[in-house]
């Protein structure tokens, strides 16, 4: 019994496994036909760095919708026809705004988005150099502060 | 200066729940578009129901026009039609298709079986003409004015209450500014 359960886990693993391969293969169309590994190396980055509007938690890289092939296999062509990075972007933006990018510019709009891990770095350092200044400064009388509520 | 260690997290959590609140009625599937206040991007395809026939961006200049991009496996297409229909009764405004990622016969069977609210429609199998639209779902359906800037896009199923304040006040604007 144990030993047709194992072999029926292994066979639904196996299968699993080929069905993700397959879906992987799918996501990769189309073919990276790149004359130079830099080339590809562009193709991969910019892909995983483009967001599938329709789909939006998915970079353009990882995601089967059709809009998301069509513009990989724009992005092949431009990187093939010559175009740098910055013509992609500006490309996608044109046409689907700073949305598109998992990188969004710095710009006003964006401030606050890219200031905000300094902000809450910097208050939690105040935080912790206010806290752990005060505590150092009561330790001979640790007890008390610690009773002080009760 | 006690009161204010226990009222700062309250404080925090109440702007927190101000945002979450706002987020329960924000749609992440609009992403807004950079394409308004900009010329209509062109483009030249063929003709749903007149193969061979091309119809073009510029087909839509001189007036007020709305552009809808459907396609026969949307549901909110499908939802949204007989709105479309009665605006196309109404002779508003000239309403232009473009039929996205779709096969010519299921899209020619719609239009029979639904009735066909289209000046004209634009058939784009590839999503080539859809592409320079920055259109990533369907329905959407813009609103140009008479040069061909694109003034309003709407994302998801047209109906009286977004035509009554979102589309309507603006065609009044370029009519009035027109005359």
Redesign the interface.
Known sequence: MKLVLALLLAAVLAFSAHALQAESVLAMNPEETFETPEQLRRYEAMINDLRC??C?NQSVAESNV??AR?LRR?TRDMILAGATDAEIKKFM???????VLYNPPLKPITYLLWGAPVILLLVGAITMVTVVGRRSGEVTDDDEGMGDNA | MKSLKYLLPAIAFLVLVVFFYRGLFLDPRIVPSPLIGKPAPAFELEDLREPGKTVAMSDMLGQPAVLNVWATWCAGCRQEHPFLMQLARSGEVPLYGMNYRDERPLALDWLRRLGDPYVTVAYDPEGNGSLDWGVYGSPETFLMDPQGIIVYKHLGPLGPKVWETEFRPRIAAMQGAGQ
Request: hydrophobic letters at 35%.
């Open positions: 509007v329709v939006q059709d809009l069509d724009i933006t044109d046409r689907y705004g700073d949305f």
